[in-house]
């Protein structure tokens, strides 16, 4: 009697799963990315709800059993005083107007400074920190980095200076649970974004590095050099 031979199952290999497990991470990276591509073209039209970082500060005070009040207001471009915008600029990102996303003059200088055992110095631009502020919040990592590097340029495409600027100046942490511009007039020197004075702006302007730890008011040296910064240029 004839025997019928099956043919024999392989056993998946270690290879082959390893294989399998670097095609879904990958396709999961892609919608990632895409997710946030297509979320950049949506806030040409429409004002973020919230960010990474505010959903990062809410989750941080629930696990350490905290209380969080979050303040944040989107407004215009228009109500927020072209003192506040000149000074953000001057402190934060200086050729804004002038690069397309990155600028690569000051992280040069950050890479040196860094080497040569100095104080580091940020090379980041607006454009780069929105988009951190939008999807990634305050975590570091290579992953971030790049996932950053992809997004920035798709930012400065489909949004243009004056939307980043306005998106910038409306998400950015201003201190403990207060976001944008807005709030940070109105908590830290009881007036509109569109009020606040030249003074008062580079004050506000000069605790956005350290907007947890530092104070307004504290902030006599670091307002003093965004003011002549912003002399120079002629603002």
Known sequence: MTRIRFPQLTK??????????LLFVLLVIVLCWSL???TLVALRFIDPPTTAVQMERAMQ???HGK???KRYTFVPLTQISPHLQHAVVAAEDARFYQHHGFDWHAIQLAAENDMEGGRVRGGSTIT????KNLFFGT????????AEFTLVPVAELVLGKQRILELYLNVVEWGPGIYGAEEACRNWDRT???????DQA???AAILPAPLKRHPVRMDHYSALILERMRQVGW
């Open 202 to 204: 580079a004050r506000l």
């Open 128 to 131: 780069q920190q929105l988009v």
């Open 12 to 21: 998946p290999t270690r290879k082959n799963f390893l294989r399998y497990a």
């Open 36 to 38: 946030a591509a297509l």
């Open 61 to 63: 005070a629930t696990i």
């Open 67 to 69: 209380p969080y009040h």
């Open 139 to 146: 975590s570091r990592s290579l992953l971030r980095k790049g």
């Open 192 to 198: 509109s974004a569109r009020a606040i004075g030249r």
